[in-house]
């Protein structure tokens, strides 16, 4: 069983940016996929932004060129930066991976953006 524990979520101001850190108990060298998801109220969860093993990398339309993905595989760990963040950012976040064919998510963080 694959363990992953978000952190960084909050409330920010909007144009304000954002730091939150994925750490998986299994070393994510090997993982098919990672990244995040968010969920806000009333609505589905939507991919925010995911990278695969191949090092190509997906976002989300609305947090193209304000968002970052990134990894390091020495502490297990997948990080999301969002910048210039608006309302419409507050959700719950949550990290995915996909280690062989089981998919494993996080508890989530909540990020609420103010206006």
């Known amino acids: 069983q694959v363990q992953l524990v978000e952190s960084g979520g909050g409330l920010v101001q909007a144009g304000g940016s954002l730091n939150l850190t994925c750490r998986s108990s299994?070393?994510?060298?090997?993982?098919?996929?990672i990244g995040w998801y968010r969920q806000a109220p009333g609505k589905q969860r939507v991919l925010v932004a995911i990278g695969r093993k191949d090092g190509s990398v997906t976002y989300e339309d609305s947090v193209k060129g304000r968002s970052t993905i990134s990894r390091d595989n020495a502490k297990n760990t997948v990080y999301l930066r969002l910048n210039h963040l608006k309302p419409e950012d507050t959700a719950v976040y949550y990290c995915y991976a996909l280690y062989g064919h089981t998919t494993y998510w996080g508890q989530g963080t909540q990020v609420t953006v103010s206006s």
């Open positions: 299994k070393n994510t060298f090997g993982v098919n996929t």
